[in-house]
């Protein structure tokens, strides 16, 4: 333990007794002359009452033999070193005598409201002594009452009580002048500590101050020697301690914040009333695009998560699935919430997980199981049918033999026809499209030829042209067999659907959008304006009352998609009764 320098404890003992001290001798004085006033002003009064006895005697005898001037002499001998003023007051008649000769000051002092109301107090006897700030003087005020000749007289008496007042200003001068010694003691010693202690005291409370202030680095002040040295080593120590742990949490704050924030799920911080305390990124992202986590003003709760809250009051974990509408888009989202106290306050913390796209894909993955079975139940159908009519013996017959065969080709060719697409659309589900690829150059002629000679026999077929029309020289880089298999659906759909006479080719360069624009147009039915927003979805269909030409509905979905892979767009112009035009828009 260090040494403690002990003229610290001295200069804090030593001027706190000393000033007790002086304080109790002050109140011990003031008592002491209390009761000296209080016995001296007794003695004052029982003196007045004897003598006024006395005087009330006589003047009662003088009174009854009516010898007034006998009384006037007796009156005017009463003049002592006191200046005093004497009345003789019969009722109904008024003073009857007074002391002849008496100080003018004193004539108008007895007439005072307050004197004169303790005058005309109903008692036999009245003394009253106090000091009297407008006479600067100790004043005894006597009344007794007495009878002479049937007659009811007051006697009154006002005097200056002289040696009372000396007395009592020496006393008082004496008590004022030792509490004014002991006054300056105390300041001479509260002088001493001050320099010793509070000046010390004072520069170690700055820097505390601004070490409170969160000026860690301000050094603190130490003195020389003493207590408060070893206060101000203490305090540095901790200071240095402070400064560590301070950087521990901050390291620490930033890492939690860093993981939030590198979470895929959306974590939500609300407090009882539905506030948002906290947020992370993902939560940023999905709530409140555009809105910061270092914003005073926190953002308003979500109302579908609003109304989650008070589904959850009860303690404890619950998840739910909820639908969550931004915009035009909704979201598909499982949330977690578990709530908890902290001082005494009900928060809930809320995980969001966007399942949208796993929803989807998982509602895809069964329309497509679905489609599956449904679209390859027809060809393996004829497939079956064709079989089951060899083993019959159909091989015997030409005719039988024939169709046999052209069903088992027609139907094998629409099988693979399927499952080339099913194949695709999957490949391109799991596909990124916006990273990037690893293209091979490809020449937007040889494109269309390749479409065009696959394309030919079945548009023969259906009596339907196939031209080229147009096609700009510029080398793109993509996949040729998903173009080629994009364009022979957009192709075979024409064939199948539009009832044209012919179809055109185009690779067009679109120098404002630097892309090229491969077209494949119609001059068919046309598709309505109520379907062409939704024709590039999977598995539509547009009705057209004849089930034998409806298609597997994910052609049009596939060259969307191939668009998409390429980082492109595809584009419908189409009216009724005037044919359509597919624009496939891919960048240079």
């Known amino acids: 333990m260090n040494r403690i320098d002990l003229r610290d404890v001295s200069l804090l003992i030593v001027p706190a ?61 009463g003049k002592g070193s006191n200046p005093m003023i004497v009345k003789i007051i019969a009722r109904g008649r008024g003073a009857v005598m007074e002391t002849p000769g008496a100080p003018q000051y004193l004539s108008e002092h007895i007439r005072e409201p307050e004197i004169k109301g303790f005058f005309k107090q109903n008692h036999d006897e009245n003394v009253l002594i106090k000091f009297d700030r407008s006479l600067e003087s100790y004043m005894i005020y006597h009344s007794i009452r007495f009878k002479a000749n049937n007659q009811d007289y007051v006697l009154v008496m006002a005097s200056k009580c002289n040696s009372m007042t000396l007395l009592m200003r020496q006393t008082r001068r004496m008590v004022w002048s030792l509490a004014a010694i002991g006054i300056v003691a105390t300041l001479l010693l509260t002088a001493y500590f001050f320099q010793r202690i509070r000046l010390p005291l004072n520069r170690l409370f700055a820097s505390t101050s601004r070490i409170a202030a969160g000026e860690l ?46 979470l895929s799920e959306a974590i939500l911080l609300l ?71 902290r001082d005494g306050h009900r928060f809930l913390l809320i995980s969001a997980t966007d399942i949208t796209e796993i929803s989807r894909l998982e509602a895809s993955h069964r329309e497509f199981i679905a489609a599956i079975s449904h679209e390859m139940k027809t060809p ?162 547009v009705p057209t009352g004849n089930r034998r030409k409806n298609g597997s509905g994910i052609g049009l979905t596939i060259v969307k998609r191939v668009a998409l892979y390429h980082r492109g767009t595809v584009i419908l112009n189409s009216e009724a009764g005037r044919g359509s035009e597919f624009h496939l828009r891919l960048p240079l």
């Not at 947020?279 to 270092?294: V, Y």
């Not at 499209?433 to 690893?438: A, E, I, T, Y």
């Not at 031209?467 to 996949?479: K, V």
């Not at 006479?501 to 109520?530: T, W």
């Open 271 to 341: 407090d009882a009333d539905g506030r948002v305390v906290r947020w992370n990124h993902s939560a940023e992202t999905l709530f409140f695009p555009g809105k910061t986590a270092d914003e005073t003003n926190p953002p308003d709760c979500p109302p579908q998560l609003r109304e989650y809250i008070v589904r959850t009051d009860n303690p404890g974990i619950h998840a739910e699935k909820i639908h969550f509408q931004r915009g035009r888009r909704e979201y598909i989202l499982l949330v977690n919430a578990a709530t908890f106290m």
């Open 17 to 77: 007794i000393i000033v007790v001290v002086i304080v109790l001798a002050i109140i011990l004085l003031n008592i002491q002359f209390s009761d000296f006033q209080n016995a001296y002003a007794g003695e004052v009064e029982k003196e007045t009452r004897q003598n006024n006895a006395m005087l009330m005697r006589a003047l009662q005898d003088i009174l009854e033999s009516k010898q007034l001037d006998k009384m006037h002499r007796l009156l005017a001998s």
């Open 217 to 262: 680095d301000n050094p603190v002040y130490i003195p020389r020697h003493g207590l408060i040295r070893e206060i101000a080593l203490c305090l540095q120590s901790l200071t240095e301690q402070l400064k560590k742990q301070i950087i521990s949490l901050r390291d620490g704050t930033n890492e939690r914040e860093t993981m939030l924030n590198a």
């Open 380 to 541: 393996l159908t004829g497939i079956v049918g064709a079989v089951d009519a060899i083993r019959g013996g159909a091989l015997d017959n030409a005719e039988y033999k024939e169709r046999c065969i052209a069903t088992l080709a027609s139907q094998s060719e629409r099988l693979n026809t399927l499952l080339l697409n099913f194949l695709t659309l999957a490949s391109l589900d799991e596909e990124n499209p916006v990273k990037l690829h690893n293209f091979m150059p490809v020449f937007p002629l040889s494109l269309l030829r390749a479409v065009e000679e696959v394309c030919r026999s079945s548009a023969e077929a259906a009596g339907i042209e196939i031209a080229i029309t147009e096609c700009d020289s510029a080398e793109f880089r993509g996949d040729v067999q998903l173009l080629q298999q994009a364009l022979d659906n957009l192709v075979i759909n024409a064939v199948i659907h539009s009832g044209t006479q012919r179809i055109e080719l185009a690779a067009v360069r679109n120098l404002q959008l630097n892309c090229i624009d491969l077209i494949v147009k119609d001059y068919g039915c046309g598709i309505p304006p109520e379907h062409q927003d939704r024709v590039f979805n999977r598995f539509y269909r």
